[in-house]
């Protein structure tokens, strides 16, 4: 035994021999896996092309050829990239009935035809290849799994390999997954590559409505006022353009997240059924609600920061100025309007409690949070409070609106008012939910979900009797 490596200690107090684990190649992986490892009371041995020359090792760990390193220990993780595995063949009889753990990740998708993992098994036809480790990095493995990912996911065909991988994952901390057969290896091994993928179609939205309502916003404010009266205030684009932006951005976002569900009750009542599938877009934009209602948050916050800073900024100093001045010159009193006093408190009222029920959402789509309430708590959040909160921000919208759209001189170029335009998807949203909980129609969406099926739905072989499709268990 090292005289470095941790001496384990039974019930009875008897020191037993630690359990020794090979690690092929001394790089970044194999280097912070083996220090994790001995901390947790492993014996470790590497096993390297030039073992007189490996630095950095961890302390208490051994380092030899690759065939006498394999001789030592039952369990082999190889931390070395896919393209070098060409060696493992040579050691076919060293290895012959050891557990090889695939680590590898690659750099793109698709790159070979068979994932890392089926290529080491076939290289390596008498051991038995379990791929784990691979989602965690060099980093996750050095910080404890503190501060990083904790999950190891491990797949393979020995039921016997995977949990001896399993109880190496929790000896250091992890949880470990299992995540099926060797097959299911070219999905692990894809994990790692993936950017953001829930976020990608939001993110999209978020800047295409973005683009598409400043550059709307521009052409009717500032490229008008330049075309028809000679002024430049081009200098509105730095916080009143942007402020024009975020909150529609905000407010089509949120109901971009309600539109797919009341979506989906109306094709379930016109489906007769809820094991027919939704279409493959309405499943996708489903899946990706949550990010679509963080972003809408984010650019709700981007609308409070904004108007925050409203009464400071020279331009509107500048007009209160200029306006008080006339009145004095003009020996004029500004006259108090009840009704306006009671639109913009409204209005300002509604955005105050539409951001506070919006933040609320949000918070409650954290993990932490979420796990702790059950079904009916979460689903009344985010559904209930969800319509509620688009409920206020859409009205604190028609009350900043107010009248203007009766007024021609607000249709600039023929084009209405931006607010105007946000206002198109909230309203079909907040209609298709009132049609929704109407009790006739809710009766129907509730006996559906609950399983009920109209009749003629499904044929005697469990088909759909108009598409002759097999209907979702
Ligand atoms: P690395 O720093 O480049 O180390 C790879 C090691 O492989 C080298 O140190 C070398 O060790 C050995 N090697 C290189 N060429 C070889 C050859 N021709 N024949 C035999 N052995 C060779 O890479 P790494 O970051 O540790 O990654 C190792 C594996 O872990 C990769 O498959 C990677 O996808 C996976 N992984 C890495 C991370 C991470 O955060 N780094 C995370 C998850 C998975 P010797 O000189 O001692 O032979």
């Known amino acids: 035994m090292n005289s470095d490596s941790v001496a384990m200690t039974d019930l009875s107090g008897k020191m037993h021999k630690p359990e020794t684990v090979c690690i092929f190649g001394t790089g970044d992986f194999g280097r912070s896996l083996g220090l994790r490892l001995l901390q947790s009371g492993y014996s470790v041995v590497y096993g390297s092309r030039a073992p007189k020359n490996s630095l950095l090792l961890p302390k208490g760990s051994k380092v030899m050829t690759h065939a006498a390193a394999a001789c030592d220990a039952h369990v082999v993780f190889v931390a070395v990239h896919r393209e070098h595995y060409g060696f493992l063949s040579s050691l076919a009889s060293d290895l012959e009935g050891k557990v090889l753990v695939d680590v590898s990740n690659n750099l793109k998708r698709g790159l070979y035809p068979e994932s890392n993992a089926e290529y080491l098994s076939r290289l390596v036809p008498g051991a038995t290849v379990v791929k784990a480790f691979n989602t ?3 980093w996750a493995l050095q910080s404890g799994g503190l501060d990083a990912n904790r999950q190891v996911l491990i797949c393979g065909d020995c039921a016997d390999a995977k949990q001896q991988v399993v109880d190496i994952a929790q000896s250091l901390g992890f949880t470990a997954l299992d995540r099926g057969s060797l097959r299911a290896a070219a999905e692990l091994e894809d994990l790692p590559l993936q950017l953001f993928p829930l976020w990608r179609l939001p993110l999209n939205i978020a800047i295409c409505l973005t683009a598409f309502i400043f550059f709307y916003a521009l052409t009717r404010d500032v490229i008008y006022e330049r075309v028809t009266n000679g002024k430049d205030i081009a200098f509105r684009i730095m916080i009143s353009l942007a402020n024009k932006a975020f909150p529609i951005v905000s407010l089509v976002m949120l109901s971009l997240c309600y539109l797919p569900g009341a979506l989906a009750g109306f094709l379930q009542l016109y489906n007769g059924t809820k094991y027919r599938r939704f279409p493959d877009w309405l499943d996708r934009w489903m899946l990706c609600r949550k990010q679509l209602g963080l972003l809408a948050l984010a650019f709700g916050f981007l609308h409070v920061l904004y108007t925050l800073v409203i009464p400071i900024r020279y331009y509107v100093r500048y007009r209160i100025n200029v306006y008080t001045i006339s009145l004095v ?6 006259e108090f309007d009840n009704t306006a006093a009671w639109r913009y408190d409204s209005y300002y009222s509604m955005g105050i409690l539409g951001f506070g029920l919006f ?9 932490s949070v979420s796990n702790s309430l059950n079904w009916r708590e979460f689903c009344f959040v985010q559904s209930k409070l969800g319509y509620i909160t ?7 919208t028609f009350l900043y609106g107010w009248d203007r759209f009766l007024k021609p001189a607000s249709y600039r170029w023929w084009m209405p008012p931006a607010y105007m335009l946000s206002l198109v998807v ?4 907040l209609i298709l939910k009132l049609i929704l909980i109407t009790p006739c129609v809710d009766r129907n969406v509730t006996r559906i979900r609950q399983g009920w099926e109209r009749q003629g739905k499904i044929s005697a072989n469990g088909r759909d009797t108009k598409t002759n499709h097999p209907l979702i268990a």
Not at 329 to 334: I, L
Not at 359 to 367: A, F, Q
Not at 390 to 396: D, N, V
């Open 136 to 138: 965690i990095s060099a």
């Open 329 to 334: 010159k003009d020996n004029n009193t500004y």
């Open 359 to 367: 933040v609320l959402l949000g918070i409650t789509s954290l993990p």
């Open 390 to 396: 688009l409920l206020l921000c859409t009205a604190h």
């Open 426 to 429: 909230p309203c079909v949203v």
